[in-house]
């Protein structure tokens, strides 16, 4: 019972630090009674399967932990209007079961190697598979530990030289000393070694905030612009009215929000992710001859010295004797098509600018490694909301260029703007502002929307970017370089947001490095791995 006991407290402790409802102090320490739990069963308890128990333990906590802070998952429908199962059973239990192998080998490599090597273990195996959990297919890097201080910016201000792996970096080293404290403490009683170990962890606790706090109250990074920027939000519902109503009526519509509310001067018009066409897409071999496309022009002909950005849903034909892309499905027996999420930004007299979608929602936008899967799964995926085949990809990141100003937008799609390194690509490729497109309404009023929104946060203190987010049902945002919301939308209005966005041109140190943690992380793995395999074969000799 004790043991279950402190499995609970992890999993409450882990639940109770997440954004936006949380409170991530808790965070420091809610892996110790973890630890607790199976160092207890490992060295004094005497069930005879002890690896077993200490696996379906910690799965029992981060079951919790998955169900108390992404259970919003539910609200996503199936085609007939009922709640999804599949979409919150299958990303809860199959993430649960990914951390608790990760902890699983911790508890196998500190029985073989012993304590001290295994924390350092588990540091190294759980910064590895963030890493691991940002790049696969099957990706869900939501619960990465360095998102939960995403609501307290002024503390992670340190996050533009190391990102928010960093941040989990630190979560991660201040649980296992306290936890090592803890140990020190139960084995000598020696107040001494209490009292140093524990003023260590206070400091490494309260430098990096202490830092951030300084960097804060010392930001004057001099923009090199400023573009004025009108984010629209239609609030469309994503699952009957962006299919039922007529395309042309939900652009009019669009537009006609965008008209009422131009007041001054407006540099960039923004609207969410697949705003337009509502059903279908457009074909991008007939962006000229685009009905749809060619209004906004119009539109934009009143405005002028403005661009308008928006997300669409495109596609592009192949014929049979074409090179296609895997992406690419048979429609009939001499036409392929390939679909996308897509940015454009479009300007009169200007070729329209395209990025295609890089990172894509698993089960709703792509089939995880389809070729082995899909004869498994066979049309499982559906009940995801998804479809059998996945939709096509931009291999880099892009930014669109403004031919009446400075504005070089970083078009951020939705789903890319958790994952940190793979953001820092469209500074690289010149981004002076990020420009988030996002339809996060499809879960309703729940954690899901508010917690997008705040690891965008995060984005804008990794690389000093400000942010400008339009979402189909909210939150719209105005957020500066220093992860601060200046300005936002209610969840569920039809309105516009406009802001004053200031443009940088410095690169962070994180925006050149990347996750350079993880990557020392990922060599500490390997380095202990073949320590262990060195070990087990000197002994193997000397028993010879």
């Given at each position: ?85 599949m979409a919150v059973v299958f990303p809860v239990l199959v993430n649960s079961f990914l951390y608790s192998l990760v902890f699983q080998c911790y508890h196998w490599y500190k029985n ?350 990794e690389n000093r970017r400000e942010i400008a987010r339009a979402a189909n049902s909210g939150i719209s945002a105005h957020i500066n370089a220093k992860g601060e919301v200046v300005a ?57």
């Amino acid at each position: 019972m004790k043991y279950v006991l402190l499995t609970l407290i992890s999993a409450m402790l882990l639940s109770v630090s997440w954004p936006t409802y949380g409170v991530p102090f808790f965070i420091f320490f809610a892996l110790v009674p973890l630890l607790m739990m199976e160092h207890g069963i490992s060295k004094f308890s005497s069930y005879k399967r002890k690896s077993w128990m200490v696996f379906g333990l910690s799965y029992l906590c981060f079951v919790i932990w998955n169900i108390v802070t992404t259970g919003w998952l539910y609200g996503a429908k199936n085609p007939d209007g009922s709640h999804s199962m599949m979409a919150v059973v299958f990303p809860v239990l199959v993430n649960s079961f990914l951390y608790s192998l990760v902890f699983q080998c911790y508890h196998w490599y500190k029985n073989a190697q012993g304590t001290y090597w295994g924390l350092a273990f588990l540091i190294a195996i759980w910064m590895s598979f963030e890493k691991f959990h940002l790049n696969w297919e099957l990706t869900w890097p939501w619960l990465n530990l360095g998102n939960v201080f995403s609501d307290y910016p002024k503390l992670i201000q340190w996050y533009d030289t190391l990102g928010a792996t960093g941040g989990s970096f630190w979560i991660l080293l201040i649980n296992v000393l306290i936890f090592y404290t803890l140990r020190t403490w139960e084995a000598g009683r020696k107040r001494k070694d209490l009292i140093r170990n524990s003023s260590i962890v206070a400091a490494l606790i309260v430098l990096p905030m202490i830092i951030s706090l300084v960097k804060y109250n010392n930001f004057n990074e001099k923009p090199s612009g400023q573009v004025n920027v009108l984010m629209l939000q239609p609030d469309l519902d994503p699952y009957a009215e962006k299919y039922s109503k007529d395309s042309l009526v939900i652009e009019n519509d669009l537009l006609t929000l965008a008209e009422n509310n131009s007041k001054g001067r407006i540099d960039y018009y923004i609207a969410p992710e697949t705003a337009l066409p509502g059903r279908g897409s457009i074909s991008e071999t007939a962006f000229d001859k685009s009905l749809i496309l060619n209004n906004i022009k119009g539109f934009l002909s009143k405005h002028p010295g403005a661009v308008f950005a928006t997300g669409i849903s495109s596609h592009r034909f192949y014929k049979n004797q074409e090179k296609m892309p895997k992406e690419a499905y048979q429609i009939n027996p001499d036409l392929w098509v390939e679909s996308y999420n897509t940015a454009v930004q479009i300007a009169p007299q200007q070729d329209i600018q395209v990025y295609h979608k890089g990172k894509l929602v698993p089960g709703v936008e792509i089939f995880p490694y389809m070729t082995f899967l899909k004869p498994l799964l066979g049309d499982a995926m559906l009940n995801l909301g998804g479809t059998v085949a996945s939709l096509g990809i931009d291999k880099e990141r892009k930014s669109f260029s403004n031919p009446y100003n400075k504005g070089r937008m970083a078009p951020i799609i939705c789903y890319e703007s958790i994952y940190g390194e793979f953001t820092t690509d469209y500074v690289k490729k010149g981004a002076n502002f990020m420009g988030i497109v996002t339809n996060d309404s499809w879960w309703g009023v729940t954690q899901g929307h508010k917690q997008l929104l705040s690891y965008a946060k995060l984005r804008a203190i990794e690389n000093r970017r400000e942010i400008a987010r339009a979402a189909n049902s909210g939150i719209s945002a105005h957020i500066n370089a220093k992860g601060e919301v200046v300005a936002d939308t209610f969840y569920g209005d039809q309105t516009t947001l406009f802001a004053k966005v200031n443009l940088y041109e410095t690169m962070t140190f994180y925006t050149r490095a990347g996750d350079l943690l993880s990557r020392f992380s990922i060599f500490s793995l390997g380095f202990l791995l073949f320590y262990f395999l060195i070990e087990k074969f000197r002994k193997r000799v000397k028993k010879a």
